[in-house]
């Protein structure tokens, strides 16, 4: 395929986001450059705008313009419940559900030996340090992946002489679910957690 190196590099640049190979990422690029005035152009603006106005907050870790972001500054939240989530991404998943009306800490990964992530590496102490100010109950919306779930089981263990409630997001059968579906892990997590009637 000849084509002029900002085509390539435009190529090359979408192919690194999630979900979009190098043939997705050809595709896009020429849908882009096909609009450019309704698409390229004010999606570039918005992607220097981003980078220009968005950071982490200070407090938990979630991406805002402001910092504290307006997570933190809500008045309406309970400031005695703490989520701890790996990630912004799960942090969105939550706020989308409109499950949990309190504060959020983001760790920014998981623990992971084979990567190389150790408790240093990620927003443990920070975590430490808010639980001292007031919080009642942790909760620990970890993934349910290995990495996940030794973090979840570390910071039990961190938590557990902080004299605050810690609990765990439940795992096992999702609604909807029917049993055939299921793998093995996460049907062994749903009878773990089952409970009377």
Same mark, same amino acid.
């Not at 603006?45 to 402001?66: F, H, K, S, W, Y």
């Not at 799960?90 to 559900?97: G, M, P, Y």
């Given at each position: ?18 979900? &979009? ?8 690029? &020429? ?11 004010? &999606? ?13 907050? #200070?407090?938990? $870790? ?12 809500? *008045? ?14 799960? &942090? ?23 990567? $190389? ?11 430490? #340090? ?5 919080? #009642? ?22 938590? /557990?002489? #902080? ?8 795992? *096992?059968?999702?609604? $909807?679910? /029917? ?16 409970? $009377?009637?």
């Amino acid at each position: 395929m000849a084509t002029g190196s900002e085509i390539e590099r435009l190529i090359q640049l979408l192919a690194r986001l999630p979900g &979009l190979g190098p043939r997705s990422a050809r595709r896009a690029a &020429l849908v882009l450059l096909k609009k450019r005035d309704v698409l390229l152009e004010p &999606l570039a603006q918005a992607m220097q705008d981003a980078a220009a106005a968005i950071r982490p907050c #200070e407090t938990c $870790g979630n991406l805002d313009t402001v910092t504290p972001c307006s997570i933190c500054t809500d *008045g309406r939240r309970d400031p005695h419940l703490l989520c701890v989530v790996e990630d912004v991404a799960d &942090l969105w998943a939550l706020e989308r559900a409109g499950v949990f009306r309190g504060r959020y800490h983001v760790l920014g990964g998981a623990l992971s030996a084979l990567d $190389g992530v150790t408790p240093e590496r990620l927003n443990v102490a920070a975590l430490l #340090e808010r639980v001292k100010a007031d919080i #009642e109950e942790v909760i620990l919306a970890m993934n349910a992946t290995v990495e996940g779930q030794t973090t979840a089981h570390y910071l039990m263990d961190l938590l /557990e002489g #902080e004299g605050l409630k810690v609990t765990r997001l439940a795992h *096992g059968v999702p609604v $909807g679910g /029917e049993l055939d579906y299921l793998d093995e892990g996460t049907l062994s997590a749903a009878f773990k957690a089952r409970r $009377g009637l």
